[in-house]
């Protein structure tokens, strides 16, 4: 296995967080990828998902705020994707610190942007338990204050799970939930089933990639292949 994080390790990293943990078990849980135990870092990465696309909304209701909803929804979709968080993780300096089992660690884990990725949403859902909503804020809007944050984003192309969410929008339906309903292969070469639901067309549509990010966009995909025949 990775070596645990040695605690000379976690004040530099909270330092470059600019929040001390009262509570530095969930520091080193958000650390701690699901192939080295079972206090691993998903429930985390779940709340720090919701927590982190909350944070990202406000900044860009104030920085981009007289741009209409569809542009925002596409700016906040690049901000989020797993590239831009796997830079920011890479900035904390967070492959060096990830926990991970034997297996994972051989095949490159720590370098892994998916892995990264879920680790820094981990961080965030972390900081929100720790200390609450504001501080979290507060650490997403440091964490994007470097990065240009323009209009023309919402020039980029689309992804799945975005157009979903935008075609549903256009027609005063709810959000689609998203859930993982399996997973199989080994620790460090996951596979993820997804399920996609819009409660309101009573449809279902699964989804599988090699993340769970992966596999949420594959399972809108199906779905919008669906609603397109509609």
Not at 136 to 156: C, D
Request: proline share 4%; aromatic share 4%; hydrophobic share 40%.
């Amino acid at each position: 296995m990775r070596p645990a994080v040695s605690p000379e390790d976690l004040p530099g990293l909270q330092q470059r967080l600019q929040h001390t943990f009262s509570e530095p078990r969930l520091l080193q849980r958000a650390l701690t990828h699901r192939s080295f135990g079972a206090d691993h870092n998903e429930r985390l990465e779940f709340l720090g998902d919701s927590v982190l696309n909350l944070a990202v909304a406000s900044l860009l209701y104030e920085r981009l705020g007289g741009r209409p909803e569809g542009d925002l929804s596409r700016v906040r979709a690049n901000l989020v994707k797993q590239e831009t968080l796997h830079q920011l993780a890479v900035g904390l300096g967070l492959p060096a610190l990830i926990r991970l089992g034997e297996g994972e660690a051989r095949s490159g884990g720590h370098k892994r942007p998916s892995i990264l990725a879920d680790a820094l949403e981990a961080l965030i859902g972390a900081v929100f338990i720790d200390a609450g909503y504001a501080r979290a804020q507060e650490l997403v809007w440091r964490l994007f204050s470097n990065l240009e944050i323009t209009p023309s984003m919402a020039a980029i192309g689309k992804d799945p799970k975005t157009e979903l969410q935008e075609w549903l929008q256009g027609r005063k339906m709810a959000l689609p939930i998203y859930k993982v309903v399996a997973t199989s292969g080994a620790a460090h070469q996951q596979v993820f089933d997804v399920e996609c639901e819009v409660a309101e067309i009573g449809r279902t549509e699964r989804g599988i990639g090699g993340s769970r990010r992966a596999g949420e966009q594959a399972a809108a995909a199906a779905m919008l292949a669906h609603i397109r025949t509609l």
